[in-house]
């Protein structure tokens, strides 16, 4: 057996923080994901570095903030100075796979036609589905449905303009990804190599189309379904964009128009979209299955986490933009390893997704990759030391990530302290200022308000720290002078 350990990482793409039942939620069946918690550490705090997939992604990757790599939005390709941490493992003699999606290069098919172009991810086995769709002719998920004699086909369900009828269970997406994590895993049972495979899922990102099963039992109890949490009139107040994406995401580009959805269709998208996260649970039991049955658990950490949030008509709005509520920018984060890491345990600080990298690479004994930014969290995780002053805020970034507001670009930036949010749009004068304590669901906002015009001012100082810390450290200084 290697002593270094090896890695699952199981990163799905849209996930709010609050659809596992370790979570409190009571409507999800999240069983394996609830046990993979309880065997291990829940940060209940974490964020990602943008609320978008590609500077997100590139920032876990490469443990440093999207303005560092350069990859600000979606559309853009990482820089090919670039190190992501599966390459620093790949360079240490660790055996690295990917099935799903990766989403660090330009990809839309009208600009890579044949497939996203690839970046020196250090993936020696690389089953690539962006999404679905099977619009790209290098989709696998598609070269598997073929070779299985089914057609890829998800039509709206009878009533609804939201929600579709997603492929069996069998032939979803969510399974593929999964089958060939196991297949990874089983393929390394009698090797000694270390290894590491990225799962990544492409659920529960729209279009929101779970497999007809796992719909069933919340159509059962449909009228139950709670309503986005929306106060009428709170976007008065608020950023120009948020009042856009309110009349439909993405700046009208997609539908989801809140104020024409019906109560019915409000608790269907959030029936499909709870039923997707149930069957990613049913796909993590089956890979936390083959681990066990081949004598790898033990010897594997196992983290669970997400690229960012989903605002599912919380605020008025649904899907992702410039906008830093808790739905968009807190994420589930979770991460095992039987044996190193004590169980049980739930981490309430503040930590940002940009320290997964250094983490692993600390818990492997590897030097962390020059211009790093992230803070390992493996001295927590392991008990060796608890006394790290933790992060006393978390920070996100939003520059013109996506397409859809060409007039005013939005270019926001957000800092998140145990008791505050602050939000500022640069060049606009304005900005969102929540008082958490008070208001923890974010609905009134106090940028404006003259009782906190000296907290703003506090918090604008501390975006500035953390914006400047975000310059890239390198190159390194080699003179004193």
Request: aromatic letters at 10%.
């Amino acid at each position: 057996m290697t002593t270094r350990p090896n890695v699952l990482w199981i990163c799905t793409d849209q996930q709010r923080w609050d659809t596992l039942g370790s979570a409190g939620n009571t409507w999800t069946r999240t069983p394996h994901l609830d046990a993979l918690a309880e065997g291990g550490v829940v940060f209940d705090a974490a964020y990602t570095q943008s609320p978008v997939c590609t500077p997100s992604r590139a920032s876990f990757l490469t443990g440093r903030y999207p303005r560092t790599t350069g990859a600000r939005q979606n559309g853009q390709s990482l820089s090919e100075h670039e190190v992501l941490v599966t390459r620093t493992l790949a360079d240490a003699g660790y055996v690295c796979g990917l099935a799903g999606k990766l989403h660090l290069s330009a990809a839309h098919p009208s600009v890579s036609p044949g497939t996203e172009p690839r970046v020196r991810d250090g993936y020696s086995e690389f089953h690539w589905s962006h999404h679905p769709d099977p619009d790209w002719p290098t989709n696998e998920y598609e070269h598997w449905l073929r070779e299985r004699g089914t057609t890829y086909s998800t039509p709206f369900l009878e009533g609804s303009h939201h929600v579709m009828e997603g492929m069996p269970e069998e032939d979803h997406q969510t399974t593929w990804c999964a089958n060939k994590a196991v297949e990874f895993i089983e393929a390394h049972e009698d090797f000694e190599n270390p290894w590491l495979f990225s799962v990544n899922i492409f659920d529960p990102h729209h279009p929101f189309d779970p497999p007809a099963a796992y719909l069933r039992r919340y159509l059962d109890r449909l009228d139950e379904i709670p309503l986005p949490a929306y106060e009428d009139g709170e976007l008065d107040t608020k950023p120009v964009f948020q009042r856009i994406d309110h009349e439909g995401a993405y700046g009208g580009n997609e539908d989801f128009s809140y104020p024409r959805m019906s109560d019915r269709e409000h608790r269907l998208v959030r029936a499909a979209y709870w039923a997707m996260c149930d069957l990613i649970d049913a796909q993590v039991g089956r890979m936390l299955d083959a681990l066990g049955r081949t004598g790898q658990r033990d010897n594997t950490i196992v983290v669970f986490s997400t690229d960012h949030g989903e605002m599912l008509g919380d605020h008025g709005i649904y899907l992702k933009g410039p906008y830093f509520y808790e739905a968009a920018v807190r994420v589930p984060l979770i991460v095992s390893f039987p044996g190193r890491v004590p169980p049980g345990r739930r981490a309430p600080e503040l930590v940002e997704l940009v320290d997964i990298a250094p983490t692993l690479l600390d818990a492997a004994g590897l030097p962390r990759t020059p211009g790093m930014q992230g803070r390992s969290l493996w001295p927590r995780l392991s008990g060796q030391d608890d006394t790290a002053e933790p992060r006393e805020d978390v920070y996100c970034e939003y520059y013109n990530a996506m397409p859809w507001h060409p007039d005013p670009k939005p270019q926001a930036t957000m800092i998140r302290t145990a008791a505050h949010k602050l939000v500022a749009f640069h060049g606009l004068d304005t900005g969102e200022l929540y008082d958490l304590t008070a208001d923890p669901g974010e609905h009134t906002n106090l940028w404006d308000s003259e009782d906190h015009a000296a907290l703003k001012a506090e918090l604008l100082i501390r975006l500035a720290d953390r914006m400047a810390w975000t310059v890239d450290p390198l190159p390194g200084r080699t003179a004193n002078f």
